[in-house]
């Protein structure tokens, strides 16, 4: 279907990339999206999608806003404390982009229930989530992109451990939760990185939709806010992994 003129004018910086064009903002129209977590790092990811013109955003998240995510989910606002956080997100989404379509989930998600995303976003702050995501992700066959912030540290990956030979999940990367697993409830974290993070959740679930560039596949983003630095390092598929490996 073409563009209308409306379309045109709103995508006109996407259309003048030649590796998105008029086709990678159709792909993006037509593109349905989950996201699991509507805060630090879902908020900017979500917005980025949604604006970019994507279809369809489903968000999953249980909790309402408190005082003490306002210093770095900046989708919220002194208003909207005690709301659910998907609502605010959500109209904050329909503000920007009317025609695109946002399926609320307010509750958190659990392996029963089924996500409609064709790529998967992993905005969650806890490992529990994150095993299962992964877990679903490879037996359907989707893309999960995965983010985590705390402190001063961010990283960013893709992982297609279904959808690419080879490929490695996210548990041989993370075999198995860390005993010292930090949250950032405890521990502090800076809210521009987790900008940042979910920034690039938002570019590598846009490269995958509309094939630009090379997704972070078998790579793992890591930023480190004090040093200023970003650097990649190469994650090989363990066969091992109880997940993607070769044992049965
Ligand atoms: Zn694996």
């Known amino acids: 279907m073409a563009l209308t003129p409306e379309q045109l004018d709103r995508h006109k910086r996407h259309i003048l990339l030649k590796e998105i064009g008029g086709p990678g903002v159709q792909k993006l129209l037509a593109a349905k999206v989950s996201i699991i977590g509507a805060g630090a790092l879902g908020g900017p990811c979500a917005m980025y999608l949604s604006a970019a013109g994507v279809g369809e955003i489903e968000l999953w998240d249980g909790d309402t806003v408190e005082r003490s995510n306002l210093q770095r989910q900046i989708q919220f606002t002194e208003a909207d404390l005690d709301k659910s956080k998907v609502d605010v997100l959500a109209s904050r989404l329909k503000a920007g982009a009317p025609d695109n379509s946002v399926r609320t989930q307010k509750r958190r998600w659990g392996v029963a229930h089924a996500l409609s995303g064709e790529i998967i976003i992993d905005a969650t702050d806890n490992y529990e989530t994150r095993f299962e995501l992964n877990q679903v992700a490879h037996a359907s066959g ?53 900008g940042i993070v979910g920034s690039n959740m938002a ?37 091992a992994c109880p997940v993607c490996g070769e044992a049965p």
């Open 203 to 239: 570019l590598e679930a846009m490269k995958i939709i509309t094939g630009a560039g090379k997704p972070m596949i078998g790579k793992i983003g890591l930023i480190d806010g004090l040093g200023g630095m970003t650097r990649q390092i190469g994650l090989p598929r363990d066969p």
């Open 142 to 194: 989707r893309v999960l992109v995965s983010g985590a912030a705390t402190r001063w540290s961010g990283q960013v990956s893709v992982f297609a451990s279904g959808v690419v030979a080879g490929a490695p999940c996210y548990q041989c990367f993370v075999p198995q939760p860390p005993p010292d697993a930090e949250a950032c409830e405890d521990v502090g974290v800076v809210g521009p990185v987790t």
